[in-house]
């Protein structure tokens, strides 16, 4: 089962521009990240953004979560050509107990920029 | 440098086969996780283990088995049972089973049909 949906799929700019990618989810959560993974690699942990705030930033990474909305939103400012790859959010879901700290993962959004 | 060492990168399975997934790490951390990725799919939960000698299953564990001896070592296999392998396989770490962990994964092995 799957937590997160990303959108969009796939997104496509050029360099300098900004990059949005949002997440929706559909139960309660602690926290909410975001990962990043270029192609052939594993996954590379960006942020984590917990659930009592609304805003975080890291470098040219904006992270905001709405809970009422159930939904996050990544910016990436000023993006470069190696910023090309997959983002996925990843929540902790509704799990206590046992399962506690395991992560439910989107599909992803394929970012290509542009040179 | 810590991280996570996983191999082999390619792995060839043949029909009724029994193959394996290796995964360490040095981070010493207590929580280790298997996903497995197709395109489209993102990632899917096979296994995790939140200590030594302790595991549970996710999302998709038929047709794969897993052990936890060691701290640092958490082996996929996955058994002639899984009619579907052809996927890639990442391995993850995390310190321990809290609520805020960033998982850190390895590079992954693609595993493929002969």
């Known amino acids: 089962s799957q937590q997160g949906e990303e959108d969009p799929q796939a997104l496509s700019i050029q360099e300098g521009e900004n990059a949005t990618m949002n997440c929706s989810y559909k139960?309660?959560?602690?926290?909410l990240q975001w990962y990043r993974q270029n192609s052939g690699r594993g996954l590379v942990h960006l942020i984590l953004?917990?659930?009592?705030?609304r805003e975080k930033h890291s470098g040219r990474l904006r992270v905001t979560l709405d809970t009422s909305k159930k939904s996050s939103s990544l910016l990436i400012t000023a993006s470069r050509a190696a910023d090309t790859a997959s983002y996925f959010c990843a929540t902790d879901g509704p799990d206590r107990g046992s399962t506690l700290g395991r992560l439910y993962f989107g599909r992803g959004t394929q970012l290509t920029v542009w040179p | 440098d810590g991280g996570i060492t996983q191999s082999p990168k390619y792995l060839f399975r043949k029909e009724g086969q029994n193959v394996t997934l290796s995964c360490e790490q040095n981070?010493?951390?207590?929580?280790m996780y298997w996903y497995r990725q197709d395109p489209g799919q993102g990632l899917r939960l096979i296994y995790y283990?939140?200590?030594?000698?302790?595991?549970q299953k996710g999302d998709i564990a038929e047709g794969y088995s897993v052990s936890r001896e060691k701290k640092e070592s958490f082996p996929l296999t996955v058994t002639s049972a899984q009619k579907n392998p052809t996927a890639f396989y990442l391995c993850a770490s995390s310190r321990d089973r809290g609520m805020d962990q960033p998982q850190h994964f390895g590079d992954g092995t693609r595993l493929s049909i002969l």
């Open positions: 139960t309660s959560i602690n926290n």
């Open positions: 981070l010493n951390h207590d929580a």
């Open positions: 953004i917990r659930s009592n705030e």
């Open positions: 283990s939140q200590i030594v000698n302790d595991f």
